[in-house]
């Protein structure tokens, strides 16, 4: 698979949303392979790593985001569903649960029905080791800050506003991962 080859199909125009796609996903693939290296007791497939990284947010273009130069139609909380549903249709359904399940530290079906997310309702939590690694690898990169890494308390806080599930899930992550 040509994650690029993808991600061109579908942001064909160079501009500033494909330039903030690239650099954050290429951040996140980044951080991602080095906790891949760091632990090679976990196995990770840093092919998949990589792919699934850089195709992660494909679906922000659909989304009505102008900060960062999304003129959808859709909330920006609907990025990751909207994106697993263009991989699925691409045929990469590995890669779609990524997309799916990357947001917040991943969202149960109770945290979505308790926020009333304009989301499907299922369980979007990682669940594979490459799903929890690159959910946790893009909690240190946002799209409006392209050149700095977040730290740990910063990556909390912004993880905070989606339920205290996804706090203790990313808590444990930074025990595993870090």
């Known amino acids: 698979m040509n994650a690029l080859a993808i991600i061109n199909k579908y942001y064909s125009e160079e501009n500033e949303l494909k330039h903030i796609l690239l650099t954050h996903s290429r951040s996140v693939a980044d951080k991602a392979l080095q906790i891949a ?14 792919e699934a990284a850089l195709l992660h947010d494909i679906g922000i273009f659909m989304t009505d985001a102008s900060g960062i130069q999304c003129f959808g139609t859709h909330p920006y909380i609907c990025h990751g569903y909207l994106g697993s549903e263009l991989l699925m249709k691409e045929g990469y359904p590995r890669h779609a649960l990524v997309c799916e399940r990357h947001t917040g530290a ?9 926020q009333d997310l304009p989301i499907p309702h299922r369980d979007m939590v990682p669940v594979s080791m490459e799903e929890q690694v690159i959910c946790f690898a893009d909690k240190f990169f946002s799209k409006t800050h392209l050149d700095r890494e977040k730290s740990v308390e910063k990556a909390l806080k912004s993880i905070s506003r989606y339920g205290e599930d996804g706090v203790i899930r990313f808590k444990h992550w930074c025990e595993c991962f870090l």
Request: net charge negative.
């Open 37 to 50: 290296v760091k632990h090679p007791e976990l196995h990770l497939d840093t092919g998949f790593l990589e």
């Open 106 to 114: 991943g969202m149960s079906l109770q945290s979505i029905i308790e």
